[in-house]
């Protein structure tokens, strides 16, 4: 596998990672959460790829991690052999279908998914589940679509984006990795560009389950230093009740958040002086 790092449960809790790459920063955190006996949640970052991937398990002891585990491992093998991240992400859904067949883990384990895959500025996102992805500048814009009940029950009207936040059913998925009965699993994607200084947030569903989109962004705008904002964004769902195992994943482009607007209007500005006073030398010269 290419040089990276692999975040399962068995390590120590709220432990962050760091890393940068190609003028990508990155942290990431995870937790096991107050009330989750374990962490079936699972990160990983593949610099030499440009890779960055949370799965969250779901099965239970013994189950849910191990899915989570090999969705990751399996998609850092297959984007390393020159898949493409969707089709990385849906063979991972049939090694997870293997895993149970072989043995490993048990009946039922699953596994949502939410990967980044970065070239140079322009990243790939795919997914299946109710992880989430971010694009964080002025604005914190949420690019992926949960697949989930309570999503399907909003994008048809009946249900507010508040009203679905206290939904009782607002955790039941209609997509995960290794769903039996689901051999041609639809993955999601979508593809965009960081500009400078802007933030990519990959992140399980018991970040957002405490957080809602206003509070996510506050914590990443008085927090400038990736780890320090993985790590503010971790304590705030733990201290909102850390209901479920909660992982963070932020990926930071090298600048300073709408830098090349800010440039931009400093070359308007200059080109508008220059105009204004060829013009002044023009009427004292006709003058």
Request: aromatic share 4%; hydrophobic share 40%; proline share 3%.
């Amino acid at each position: 596998m290419n040089k990276g790092f692999l975040m399962d449960t068995t390590e120590e809790e709220a432990r962050g990672r760091e890393s940068e790459a190609g003028g990508l920063k990155s942290a990431a955190v995870t937790h096991t959460g107050h009330r989750r006996p374990h962490n079936e949640d699972t990160y990983g970052v593949f610099p030499d790829t440009g890779l960055f991937v949370v799965a969250d398990g779901m099965g239970g002891h013994e189950a849910g991690e191990v899915a989570s585990r090999v969705v990751v491992d399996h998609v850092a093998s297959a984007v390393e052999r020159g898949e493409t991240l969707e089709a990385a992400v849906h063979s991972a859904h049939l090694a997870v279908l293997e895993a149970v067949e072989a043995g490993e883990g048990r009946s039922g384990m699953g596994s949502t998914v939410v990967a980044a895959k970065f070239l140079d500025g322009d990243f790939e996102v795919a997914w299946a589940g109710d992880s989430r992805a971010y694009q964080a500048g002025r604005e914190l814009r949420r690019i992926t679509r949960d697949h989930s009940l309570v999503q399907e029950m909003v994008d048809s009207g009946n249900l507010s984006e508040g009203e679905a936040r206290n939904h009782p059913e607002r955790s039941l998925i209609t997509r995960a990795l290794g769903m039996p009965g689901m051999d041609e699993l639809e993955v999601a994607s979508v593809t965009g560009r960081l500009g400078s200084g802007e933030r990519l947030l990959l992140c399980s569903d018991g970040l957002t389950e405490e957080l809602d989109d206003p509070a996510i962004k506050r914590l990443l705008d008085a927090n400038p230093d990736p780890e320090r904002a993985v790590r503010a964004l971790l304590e705030a769902a733990l201290s909102a009740g850390g209901s479920d195992n909660i992982t963070v994943l932020l990926v930071q482009a090298p600048g300073r958040p709408g830098g090349r607007a800010r440039a931009m209007r400093l070359v308007a500005a200059a080109l508008f002086g220059l105009a204004a006073a060829l013009a002044v030398s023009l009427v004292r010269t006709l003058l």
